[in-house]
């Protein structure tokens, strides 16, 4: 197959009956509560397709990436020389170089995701989310109503991969805390999700915000009227470089350092997640041989024209959702001016990234850039979230897409 | 009635303006504790606000819950279509007393069947004025929230809809909130008029400047206002935020 041929297909659109089905049982059933953003419905009304072989072939990259992250992210936690060059803020460079003595954060259930475009040199990745992934409402449940009506099969439920790493991790019955941050209710709605499914399984689950894990001895615990006692695993969903800022609040520092209580994820997964990770790749002894093929040449702003060379594009170190992102033709021009002044003004904090040329997927009338984002969950191929763009970035205005097998 | 007809009642499939309400208040199927009924019944008692008609006006109503409802209800009286914005959950220990909200939506469905409002009705919407207020405490379940820009159709979908005013009806002030503050800028900026009415002072409505409020399109916007939300907090869940541009602790 030519690079340029895609592998990617995509179903006719949904009748308006089917869905507006659709998104009231992903609203009420499968509790996403934010499905509109701004003028725009966030659920795509058709699905893209895909052949098993290529999802063997993303599920064999994925895996392959999650080997070699997490074996990067052991040696970076004893490198504690190179954190600076990751972007990291001083408090957590300063609490994970206690690492040493402490010992790290235990790890249990890794969950990562790595988004993947189609592109005219093939498959490339344009990060890894190695903190906090979500996506699971959708890559699961949206996913999985999309594959009933469509009489297409899902790749695989991430959700329930999840649930089966905490069984492996803790066993079933165990406590598990889902710890967000409970005001903003796009997380919330992720967590409550994941402890409807632990739930089933037989966990005993609790919401909680940071502040309300308490730790003794390097063991957590909870004391809220609504979950109290030891926790047996705490599955995170806030930020890692946030939580520096629940200061004397509560010991963040045992998410990163010391724990016993596993952690799906230790905080040090920032230290992959960083959009600067590549910037210490020539220092570690680990290699990289799928990074190095898949992931755009990425270099310090400082070392590259990027204000002349639109081939560029700028990356904040610990940018999420695709937010902040600088593709000076695609962003607006005063968005552009405030990414370039913030880059030109803390380059440590930013990366220059060559932008890769994505294949667009002609559907209806419209051109869309998809992205398709491949869990790994305790090292396996886990499942596709699925986001597609109308132009070439993904971020908060994408809309999320079911990826189902044809066969 | 179940959630779902609950929520079909307040945000009908249909109706223009229904896409962006809220749905997280209609999902929790917990049962609502006796005493919210208080709060909403103490709303209705209270002294009402019936707008005066208005074309081509959109409203926005951000007003502490249940008076929010109440008054909601009287606009649907006089053809505006309520369209519920409260973005929390419920929970125990809840900050923001969500439960009084949810009796109230309950209670006020007949009320807004009898209305019989047609498809084309322009949008009230409809805001919990005490969303941040209180402050989180060891065992409270921190469920305050904020408005977006993004929770809000665009100036450009109001003007496409022949809606070129914008009145904003709080109680003991005029300025907008600061969330909000985001959304009426963006709008004014656009062309559409702002005016205010304070129901607790305000004879008339009357046209507003918004002034540009701190952080107005930056960088990182939403998650600034995530850790501001818990900045403000009583044992400091919080601080500075860790962004390139908010310099200490960072470097």
């Known amino acids: 197959m030519a690079a340029t041929e895609s592998p990617l297909g995509a179903t006719a659109r949904f009748t308006r009956a089917e869905f507006a089905e659709l998104r009231r049982r992903t609203v009420f059933e499968l509790g996403k509560w934010d499905p509109q953003y701004e003028d725009a419905c966030v659920l795509a009304d058709f699905a893209v397709t895909l052949e098993p072989a290529t999802w063997r072939e993303l599920a064999t990259l994925a895996e392959r990436l999650g080997r070699e992250t997490l074996a990067a992210e052991r040696e970076l936690l004893a490198r504690p020389e190179l954190h600076a060059r990751l972007g990291l803020p001083r408090a957590l460079r300063s609490c994970l170089r206690e690492s040493g003595t402490r010992g790290a954060a235990c790890g249990a259930a890794r969950v990562m995701r790595f988004d993947f475009h189609w592109t005219r040199a093939g498959w490339r990745i344009s990060e890894v989310n190695s903190d906090v992934p979500g996506g699971f409402i959708e890559a699961s449940g949206f996913s999985r109503l999309v594959a009933e009506l469509s009489c297409l099969r899902l790749v695989a439920d991430p959700t329930q991969a999840l649930v089966e790493a905490v069984v492996r991790a803790v066993g079933v019955g165990a406590r598990v805390a889902l710890v967000h941050a409970t005001a903003y209710t796009d997380d919330r709605q992720v967590m409550v999700h994941l402890a409807r499914a632990l739930g089933e399984r037989g966990f005993a689950t609790g919401l909680l915000d940071p502040t309300q894990v308490l730790w003794h001895d390097d063991n957590a615990s909870a004391a809220t009227s609504w979950f109290s006692g030891p926790i047996d695993l705490l599955l995170r969903f806030f930020p890692a470089e946030w939580l520096p800022n629940t200061r004397g609040a509560c010991d963040w520092r045992s998410s990163f350092v010391g724990s016993r209580t596993p952690i799906s994820n230790p905080g040090a997964a920032i230290l992959v997640q960083s959009k600067r990770f590549p910037l210490v790749w020539e220092a570690l002894s680990v290699e990289l041989p799928t990074w190095r093929a898949l992931l755009p040449e990425t270099r310090s702003p400082r070392d590259v024209d990027w204000r002349g060379d639109d081939s560029w594009i700028l990356k904040p170190a610990l940018g999420r959702v695709g937010e902040d992102i600088g593709l000076r033709s695609v962003v607006e021009a005063r968005e552009w001016k405030g990414i370039a002044r913030s880059a030109r003004w803390w380059p440590a904090h930013w990366v220059a990234q060559r932008r890769f040329e994505a294949v667009a997927l002609e559907h209806h009338g419209e051109t869309l850039y998809p992205c398709l984002g491949v869990y790994v969950i305790d090292g396996e191929a886990a499942g596709i979230y699925g986001r597609v763009a109308r132009r070439p970035l993904i971020d908060s205005r994408s809309r999320d897409v079911p990826v189902l097998l044809r066969s | ?251």
């Open chain 2, 1 to 251: 009635m179940n959630r779902l007809e609950l929520f079909d009642t307040w945000a009908p499939e249909g109706a223009p303006w229904s896409l962006w309400a809220k749905p997280v208040l209609f999902v929790d199927d917990s049962p609502v504790p006796a005493w919210s009924s208080q709060d909403w019944q103490t709303a209705r008692a209270s002294a009402r606000w019936t707008p005066a008609a208005m074309a081509e006006t959109v409203l926005v109503l951000d007003l502490p819950g249940p008076r929010a409802l109440v008054v909601a209800l009287e606009c649907a009286t006089r053809g505006w279509r309520p369209v519920p914005l409260f973005n929390s959950c419920r929970g125990p220990g809840a900050l923001v007393d969500n439960d009084s909200i949810f009796f109230g939506l309950t209670e006020g469905a007949p009320l807004l069947r009898e209305a019989s409002l047609p498809e084309s009705a322009p949008p009230a919407f409809v805001l919990d004025s005490r969303r941040v207020d209180g402050a989180p405490a060891p065992g409270r379940f921190d469920n305050r929230w904020v408005v977006f820009p993004q929770d809000f159709p665009s100036a450009t979908r109001l003007l496409a809809s022949d809606l070129r005013r914008v009145l904003l009806v709080q109680d003991g002030r005029r300025e907008p909130r600061a969330d909000l503050a985001h959304v009426l800028l963006r709008w004014q900026r656009a062309g559409l008029e702002i005016l205010a009415l304070d129901l607790a002072g305000d004879a008339s409505p009357a046209p507003i400047a918004v002034t540009e409020p701190s952080r107005f399109r930056a960088l990182g916007y939403r998650a600034l206002v995530a850790l501001g939300l818990r900045k403000s907090s009583a044992g400091g869940f919080g601080g500075l935020i860790p962004t390139p541009h908010a310099g200490g602790g960072f470097a």
